[in-house]
């Protein structure tokens, strides 16, 4: 999950957002976004969905199956 980790935080700095403000936007924890982005949990297919559609990149780009 090394590159998801990467992505979401890689899209997230390009909005400018801090993690804080993706969850508020996103409706999903603070503590969530950063265990994803240190690659100490894995989310599952439904929070790939909405942050996928959030970024307006598609799942696989997000999961690093596509560039």
């Known amino acids: ?30 503590s969530a976004i950063g265990y994803w982005e240190a690659e100490k949990r894995v989310p599952n297919a439904e929070v790939i969905i909405t942050l996928a559609q959030y970024f307006g990149v598609s799942a696989d780009y997000l999961l690093g199956l596509e560039n």
């Not at 590159?3 to 997230?12: D, G, I, S, T, Y």
């Open 1 to 30: 999950m090394k590159a998801f980790a990467e992505r979401l935080k890689e899209l997230r700095e390009e909005k400018g957002m801090s993690q804080t403000q993706l969850a508020k936007a996103t409706k999903l924890s603070k």
